[in-house]
């Protein structure tokens, strides 16, 4: 008898049709631009909540360490007024008087970058000022010599004088390259800064008066509202997630998309460079939990109490003018440049 077997009648593994994934709707210069947005929207959401945990990291923070920080902060902004007199003395040299301003500097950049005080009006009052021919904003800045290579001195004088040209042409040459990238950065942070632009070429798409029925008409009318809501907010955001959405309608708006597709991938390495920072950079608040924290507060604590100390005695010294020469004096010996 010749039983059937249904097994042997089933086709093939390879053979059996295989689903296609559903492809994104667009050209591929929209999906390039969508999936440009996509990774930007998630690195500045990811900013966003990172710039929240670390902000209620700080309260907490603070919340422990803050009264002793405040108690610094004030000591360190006591030392502006003496320092400050002591510039109006004809009693210190002029090499003094260089380094007073470096101490005042220093003193402002710690409230700023340790303790966010803002000290802009030391920074700006006793930064480094340039001579009056370099505040032509039309003269182009003036560039910091690049460094010569080391050329054997055994060659030849005719190979040497080669060596050094050749030195310098990929010097100007490396210049050139690094001028042009600027440039490209720059115009690409323009393209994502002018909402203006965006806002035409959204309104010349999705413009009510170009829908031919009342259905297609009403659509565009709800979608107008919210582009030119966006633009006159200046939601540049809002206005590209907009863009993404719709397609191009003609050649031209897909170099558009390209551009901004460019511009988005400038600022997808920027968020990331931001995220960076914000993670691991002097300012960023990502220290340990639990009792190594408690410890390293504890320690902190102890730290802060013996600078206002500290600070506290360097106010006394800096009331007479051989004093604050004292503390110059215990500066340069040991090489620093600020307290």
Request: aromatic share 4%.
């Amino acid at each position: 008898m010749n039983l059937h077997n249904p097994a042997t009648d089933l086709p093939a593994a390879n053979a059996l049709p295989v689903p296609v994934p559903e492809q994104a709707p667009g050209t591929p210069a929209q999906q390039a631009f969508r999936a440009a947005v996509e990774q930007v929207e998630g690195l500045r959401q990811r900013l966003r909540e990172l710039r929240q945990e670390q902000a209620e990291a700080r309260r907490r923070y603070w919340q422990q360490v803050g009264p002793v920080a405040a108690t610094v902060v004030e000591a360190r902004r006591a030392l502006f007024g003496p320092l400050e007199e002591a510039l109006l003395l004809d009693y210190f040299s002029r090499l003094e008087h260089r380094q007073i301003q470096e101490v005042i500097l220093g003193n402002a950049r710690a409230l700023q970058d340790r303790f966010g005080e803002d000290a802009e009006d030391m920074l700006r009052k006793y930064g480094p000022r340039r001579r009056v021919d370099d505040y032509d904003d039309d003269a182009p800045a003036a560039e910091a010599p690049a460094p010569t290579p080391a050329i054997d001195p055994h060659l030849p004088p005719h190979e040497q004088a080669a060596a050094h040209a050749r030195a310098r042409r990929k010097t100007k040459a490396q210049r050139a390259e690094e001028a042009a990238a600027q440039e490209a950065r720059e115009q690409q942070q323009r393209l994502l800064s002018n909402t203006k632009a965006l806002y035409r070429q959204l309104a010349r798409i999705h413009h009510p008066d170009l829908a031919r029925d009342p259905a297609a008409q009403a659509q565009k009318t709800v979608l107008m509202q919210r582009i030119t809501e966006a633009y006159e907010t200046n939601d540049l955001y809002t206005l590209l997630q907009l863009l993404s959405e719709t397609g191009p309608t003609e050649a031209t708006d897909e170099d558009v998309l390209t551009r901004y597709t460019q511009a988005l991938h400038q600022q997808t390495t920027e968020l990331k460079q931001q995220l960076n920072a914000l993670k691991f950079g002097e300012n960023g608040f990502m220290g340990s939990t639990g009792k190594k924290r408690e410890q390293e507060i504890r320690q902190l604590k102890r730290h802060l109490r013996a600078e206002a100390e500290y600070l506290t005695h360097i106010h006394r010294l800096m009331q007479e003018p051989e004093g604050l020469r004292q503390v110059l004096r215990e500066l340069a010996a040991e090489g620093h440049e600020t307290i």
